[in-house]
């Protein structure tokens, strides 16, 4: 009961928080308009995407990775935030208040993953500029997919935030961890035919099975058209299967979080 | 946490198997600020009145209570990012005071303050003994801050060196404190041992030391000196003379970590008596 309090107010304090920047989310449009517009633009007058094996062009292709970019970054930072915590001194407040540690990491990793989730949802204006159409049934499916997938990435950053002390050391983790996820997932291109250096690590990425997940929400194949889930080993990931690997995956950094966090100083 | 030896108890608790129950039953104002700046100074008391399980009918008058005690009522929707240095102390003082604390722990609570700010803290704190029966723990490295305490502990790398109450450390000097320029500190000295059986001790001023009654003493010391008297003076023992007579040293800032030197006051107050000592 007291554990479910204290996840509840630092839920709550997040959320407030947010509430209280929203010109944040005017800015967070910025450079995910930049991707799809040059990147999707630039790279679709290139490419006969995929031997035009489904009726996607490229910018609709990277749509929902460039959604997963957002609840991937967004993610990450919401759990790596603690380091500012810790830097202006309020995370001095939390650790002596009579509540559990754990509770608090939790706390953290939910509302940094609803920030997420609304960040995610949010993205969701560009679908008339992108030219897909999705129904509500689709939001309402893509508003679990994003929070699962954004838990266990805020996870993983309050795992990150308890090691690293500095501010210094954001830069570090923009750079080592978060670029490597994206990248190394088919949020901008399909695995299907990268070379096997490339190919496993995406499929051991994984970001990508949240890539994938919110890809297949996102875009439905025609009747009779291959899905456009990710195939290892010759099966094909169902979304089902998906949420499954981010879920254990999450549970897994949730855990390592907890632990992390209750044992720092 | 746990202790590097030994144990505590505070207001009954076990400070190693009662944590949530003496986390309950103290509040703590640390020197650095501790406060979210991107929140209201009515979030930052409501957050910290849901954690304490501050009830939510008793937590809204509280919080008025605490903010109008602190003047910062008026402020109270401000984000406290604007807030100026002394402002946001008083509402963490105003935030550890929330959940009725046994014990308030300030560490350095006037650190870096202007003496507007600091004679404004300090009312606070006097109140408090007053109206919130509770004991304070105080520490500061301001001789005078020292003085209203009831009992002060004086630490020294570490150790705590002394511990009384203020007019018994000053009893302890031993009487008036004289200071003596000389053209020979060492001939005063030796003449001062002899006619006198006092040592005297060399400091920045030139001599030093002390005697019971100092009016009636220098007559007779100036009279009997053969070397040359240059400058004499004489002032009651001050927490200063203390400190110097206990460390030996002159007070400085924290030079970080072991080397620390830092007195520690405390501050009782019970049954609303006010105790000066």
């Known amino acids: ?265 | 946490m746990k202790p590097t030896s030994g144990g505590a108890t505070l207001n009954g608790y076990d400070v190693r198997r009662q944590q949530n129950q003496v986390r309950n039953s103290l509040g703590l104002v640390f020197q650095d600020p501790s406060l979210d700046i991107r929140l209201t100074a009515l979030q930052n008391l409501s957050f910290h009145a849901f954690v304490y399980n501050v009830p939510r009918a008793v937590a809204r008058k509280r919080i008025e209570e605490v903010l109008r005690m602190v003047e910062l009522w008026d402020r109270r929707g401000e984000e406290v990012r604007n807030y100026s240095g002394g402002m946001r102390r008083r509402l963490e003082i105003a935030r550890g005071l929330l959940h009725h604390p046994k014990v308030l722990f300030l560490d350095e609570p006037t650190l870096g303050l202007d003496p507007q700010t600091r004679n404004h803290i300090w009312n606070y704190i006097l109140e408090l003994r007053k109206q919130e029966n509770i004991t304070i723990f105080l520490t500061t490295h301001y001789m005078d801050e020292a003085e209203i305490a009831d009992r002060i502990a004086i630490i020294d790398y570490g150790r705590i060196v002394a511990l009384d109450t203020p007019e018994a450390l000053k009893r302890s000097v031993g009487g008036d404190v004289i200071t003596l320029r000389t053209e020979n500190d060492d001939r005063a000295i030796e003449e001062i041992r002899e006619h006198h059986h006092i040592e005297a001790r060399r400091d920045s001023d030139g001599l030093c030391f002390e005697v019971v009654n100092g009016e009636e003493f220098i007559p007779g010391l100036v009279g009997a000196l053969e070397t040359e008297i240059r400058s004499i003076s004489m002032h009651r023992p001050t927490l200063d003379d203390v400190f110097l007579k206990l460390t030996g040293r002159e007070i400085r800032e924290e030079a970080g970590g072991e080397a620390a030197m830092k007195r520690q006051i405390t501050l009782r107050q019970a049954g609303g008596r006010r105790f000066f000592g």
């Open chain 1, 1 to 265: 009961m007291s554990n479910l309090r204290a996840m509840y107010i630092i839920w709550y304090r997040d959320i407030l928080r947010f509430w209280r920047d929203r010109a944040r989310l005017v800015t967070s449009f910025a450079q995910p308009f930049l991707f799809l517009v040059i990147i999707g633009t630039g790279l679709s007058s290139g490419l006969a995407l995929m031997g035009g094996a489904t009726d996607y062009n490229y910018i609709q292709y990277m749509y929902p990775g460039i959604i997963a970019m957002v609840v991937l970054f967004t993610g990450i930072m919401g759990g790596v935030s603690i380091v500012w915590d810790r830097e202006f001194g309020f995370l001095k407040e939390v650790l002596v208040a009579p509540i559990s540690r754990g509770a608090v990491a939790v706390g953290k990793a939910l509302g940094g993953a609803t920030i997420a989730t609304a960040q995610g949802l949010v993205m969701l204006v560009f679908v008339p500029f992108v030219g897909v159409s999705i129904s509500v049934a689709q939001v309402f499916l893509l508003i679990p997919l994003m929070f699962v997938f954004a838990f266990s990435l805020t996870s993983l950053g309050i795992l990150i935030a308890s090691r690293i002390k500095t501010m210094e050391s954001f830069q570090v983790v923009m750079q080592l961890m978060i670029f490597p996820l994206f990248f190394l997932s088919p949020a901008l291109f399909p695995v299907e035919r990268l070379p096997s250096w490339l190919g496993v690590p995406v499929r051991l990425n994984p970001v990508s099975y949240g890539v994938d997940s919110l890809r297949q929400a996102v875009l439905t194949p025609a009747e009779g058209a291959p899905s456009l889930g990710i195939s290892i080993l010759g099966h094909t990931m169902s979304i089902g299967e998906d949420v499954a690997i981010l879920a254990l995956f999450g549970l897994i950094m949730a855990g390592l979080a907890v632990w992390s966090f209750r044992n720092q100083e």
